[in-house]
Nanobody
């Protein structure tokens, strides 16, 4: 069992930056691949980024070059650094854990086993 708690969301102007954190419970954090997803009002939850146990990374095209996912296994935490934010980045952001920790591009929601409660990110124009 893994419990995930996101933090770091807030209100920011377009062009600004935010850093999201996701703290995981349990001593097996390093054995999971971690993902970030987001859900805007009236839209389906979508993939944002993924990092494997060996720190291989994958990104949605919409955030590539602006967002960076990273992890600190010693701190049981995964991060999402978001730069050059746009109003269309406004959403609730969720972190998720995937028991398959290989370095593969896995973007489907149903592949992830554990989810956090989410943190709101609002980007004003």
């Amino acid at each position: 069992q893994v419990q995930l708690v996101e933090s770091g969301g807030g209100l920011v102007q377009a062009g600004g930056s935010l850093r999201l954190s996701c703290a995981a419970s349990g001593r097996t954090f390093s054995s999971y691949a971690m993902g970030w997803f987001r859900q805007a009002p009236g839209k389906e939850r979508e993939f944002v980024a993924r990092i494997s146990w060996s720190s291989g990374t994958y990104y949605a095209d919409s955030v590539k070059g602006r967002f960076t996912i990273s992890r600190d296994n010693a701190e049981n935490t995964v991060y999402l650094q978001m730069n050059s934010l746009k109003p269309e980045d406004t959403a609730v952001y969720y972190c998720a854990a995937d028991r398959y920790n290989g370095n593969r591009d896995r973007r489907l929601l149903n592949l992830y086993d554990y989810w956090g409660q989410g943190t709101q990110v609002t980007v004003s124009s």
